[in-house]
């Protein structure tokens, strides 16, 4: 079964509207989770790295506050899409490092459509 | 940045042949992942191979990596429908972060 799990697995709102995604790991610790986008017949671009305790790290380009990130916990961080306007719509990706090795494990993924 | 360039970007094969797509990278690497994503989907975990690994192995799947090419390879044999899908490989640099390639689209009919 799915070790990591991401919600909502689809959302439509509003321009101006925030949106907030979240990423959990169902059955192990997670100190360090990984935010991708993905846009239409692209491949995943790290956004950024979420660290749980602290701030997260951002890949040149990705502007930190429009795209917030909290690992509050070491089973949970939430990616918080701010003011969200049709460029925005994409395919979120969360994945979790496993501290007992790898691979890495990756979310189902949102997809986020902004009207 | 990407640091996976992948090709073809696309193929087309008949069921039963064997699909072969390459990844190259530029950075020195951790290991190296494959990845299969069906449209609209989430990602699967195919393989990973280590740096001090050359070939492996996984049913109907084989990768190769060629460390002084920065160069890996996905093989699928005897190809089926159900394997049409985008193939990406993601390069660990020993960081964590997984970089992923440019992808492969592959369309297997039937």
């Known amino acids: 079964g799915a070790v990591v799990s991401q919600h909502p697995s689809w959302v439509i709102c509003k321009s101006g509207t925030s949106v907030k995604i979240e990423c959990r790991s169902l059955?192990?610790?997670?100190?360090?989770m990984f935010w991708y986008r993905q846009f239409p017949k692209q491949s995943l671009m790290l956004m950024a790295t979420?660290?749980?305790?602290?701030?997260?790290?951002?890949e040149q380009g990705v502007e930190k506050d429009k795209f917030l990130i909290n690992h509050a916990s070491l089973t949970l961080s939430t990616l918080t899409v701010t003011s969200a306007h049709p460029e925005d719509s994409s395919f979120y990706i969360c994945?979790?490092?496993?501290?007992?090795?790898?691979?890495?494990?990756f979310g189902d993924g949102t997809r986020l459509s902004i009207l | 940045s990407q640091q996976g360039e992948e090709d073809p970007q696309a193929l087309s094969i008949q069921e039963g042949e064997n699909a072969t797509m390459n990844c190259s990278y530029k950075?020195?690497?951790?290991?190296l992942q494959w990845y299969r994503q069906n449209s609209g989907r989430g990602l699967v975990h195919l393989i990973l191979?280590?740096?001090?690994?050359r070939e492996k192995h996984s049913g109907r799947l084989r990768v190769t990596l060629d460390t002084s090419k920065k160069s890996s390879s996905l093989l699928i044999t005897a190809s089926r429908a159900a394997d049409t899908a985008s193939y990406f490989c993601?390069?660990?640099?020993?960081?964590?972060?997984?970089?992923f390639g440019t992808g492969t689209r592959l369309k297997v009919l039937a």
């Open positions: 994945s979790a490092r496993d501290p007992r090795g790898e691979p890495q494990h």
């Open positions: 059955d192990f610790q997670a100190t360090t």
């Open positions: 979420s660290n749980e305790g602290s701030k997260a790290t951002y």
């Open positions: 950075t020195s690497i951790n290991n």
């Open positions: 191979i280590r740096s001090n690994e």
């Open positions: 993601a390069i660990d640099s020993g960081t964590y972060k997984y970089i």
